[in-house]
């Protein structure tokens, strides 16, 4: 639906700008769950109020990054039909509550708290007026009033943010995400290759390369990866999951083929040397054609 699909791009897309606002136009004109919309490039320019030059800069950024890609190319006049293919199966949360689930406090304003009587003393109680104390007497009243509780704001047990960074503790460091073990050849196949991608997957996300490692192989998903990333830049690791899933299965095992008995294997023949044909005889100066005799005494038996 739309207003999921633009829920995914609001809190889960990390687009910026002009490529934000044309994710967000292609998920207000999604109406249905394929999260699929027909849209030219003059329909963009008018929906994200931009320069022509700048829509087409956004919308190549949108489909270099993997959320935003084409299902159906323009053809004519035709335009062409986008989708969000991470908002698919995504659903806006449900509205919680967030306040009290009861009514105010009866008697809130006051604080409940009463002064012991003793002999000297006022003996007054200490509401939202502050005791004064007494007025007479050589000792003093002796009130004594509520200072709150033993914990909380007032008396801090745990050190805060600010005396942390003086106390001078390291601030914990993040180390990015965790990588399956299923995944990790395919990881590496990439990283190796030079295909140097963002793996910010969820974890339904990398069940699916996982299963895609089993089904398809590494060697193919990783050819795959560099094709697309020789082609144009990519930066999310995401761009590769849709071209992923159509890629053909592993080839089923067939049966292996049996070894050659030794009985069968004929040893090689040695090769035997051509003897020169016996009419050949080489000149002692080699071929030379042939000349008509110069002395004219050969010619007088009638040839």
């Not at 919680?96 to 809130?108: H, I, L, M, N």
Request: with cysteine.
């Amino acid at each position: 639906m739309t207003i999921d699909a633009m829920h995914w791009v609001w809190t889960c897309s990390r687009a910026k700008g002009n490529v934000r606002l044309v994710m967000l136009a292609v998920a207000d004109k999604a109406t249905g769950p394929d999260c699929t919309a027909r849209m030219g490039t003059s329909e963009f320019v008018s929906r994200v109020n931009a320069a022509r030059s700048s829509v087409v800069k956004a919308v190549d950024s949108a489909l270099s990054s993997g959320e935003l890609m084409i299902v159906d190319p323009a053809v004519g006049s035709r335009a062409a039909t986008y989708q969000l293919p991470f908002a698919v199966s995504h659903v806006r949360p449900a509205q919680t509550a967030r306040g009290p689930e009861t009514g105010p406090v009866g008697d809130s304003y006051r604080s409940g708290n009463e002064t012991p009587e003793r002999k000297q003393g006022s003996g007054t109680r200490t509401g939202t007026e502050r005791a004064r104390g007494p007025e007479s007497g050589p000792e003093g009243s002796e009130n004594e009033t509520s200072r709150g509780p033993t914990s909380g704001p007032l008396n801090q047990t745990t050190p805060t943010r600010s005396e942390s960074k003086q106390a001078g503790a390291p601030a914990p460091v993040d180390p990015g995400p965790e990588i399956p073990a299923g995944a990790r050849p395919l990881v590496d196949a990439l990283t190796t290759a030079g295909v140097l991608v963002r793996w910010n997957l969820s974890a339904s996300e990398w069940s699916l390369v996982e299963a895609l490692t089993e089904r398809t192989g590494v060697p193919a998903l990783a050819a795959f990866a560099q094709r697309q990333a020789s082609a144009r830049e990519i930066s999310f690791a995401k761009y590769f999951l849709p071209g992923w899933r159509e890629l053909p299965p592993l080839p089923a095992p067939g049966p292996a083929r049996p070894p050659v008995p030794a009985q069968q294997v004929r040893p090689a023949q040695p090769v035997r040397p051509v003897p020169p044909a016996r009419h050949a005889v080489p000149a002692p100066g080699g071929w030379q054609p042939y000349t008509n005799p110069v002395d004219p005494s050969v010619y007088e038996n009638g040839f």
